[in-house]
């Protein structure tokens, strides 16, 4: 079954960097494209940032673009969030979500897996 485990998470000083992970298995990695989403509490899911299946494609959102960078690793079937210059504002779980499709994705709901999530805590 399709499985998205993130990883690299945690409490972080305003203007930091954290890099997030996400080991994904039980599909064909190559094939879709996936993406990052997050979610602060009280607040509804956001799009941060979607990857094509080739890695060719990205997208971000305004609010993180010059400052977030995503990546795919093919030979080990992991997507990458780096993020840089962090504010509290960046405080939320971070989701890897995972497309049916090639394209990148424009819409939360047009993922149809996502992982737990790991926390991003930016505070000092």
């Known amino acids: 079954q399709v499985q998205l485990v993130e990883s690299g998470g945690g409490l972080v000083q305003p203007g930091g960097s954290l890099r997030l992970s996400c080991a994904a298995s039980?599909?064909?990695?190559?094939?879709?494209?996936m993406g990052w989403v997050r979610q602060a509490p009280g607040k509804g899911l956001e799009l941060v940032s979607g990857?094509?299946?080739?890695?060719?494609?990205?997208s971000y959102a305004n609010f993180v673009k010059g400052r977030f960078a995503i990546s795919r690793d093919s030979a080990k079937d992991t997507l990458y969030l780096q993020m840089n210059s962090l504010k509290p504002e960046d405080s939320a779980v971070y989701h890897c979500a995972k497309s049916p499709g090639e394209a990148v994705v424009v819409e939360t709901t047009d993922y149809d897996y996502w992982g737990q999530g790991t926390q991003v805590t930016v505070s000092s």
């Open positions: 990857i094509s299946a080739s890695g060719m494609t990205t």
């Open positions: 039980g599909f064909a990695f190559n094939n879709h494209a």
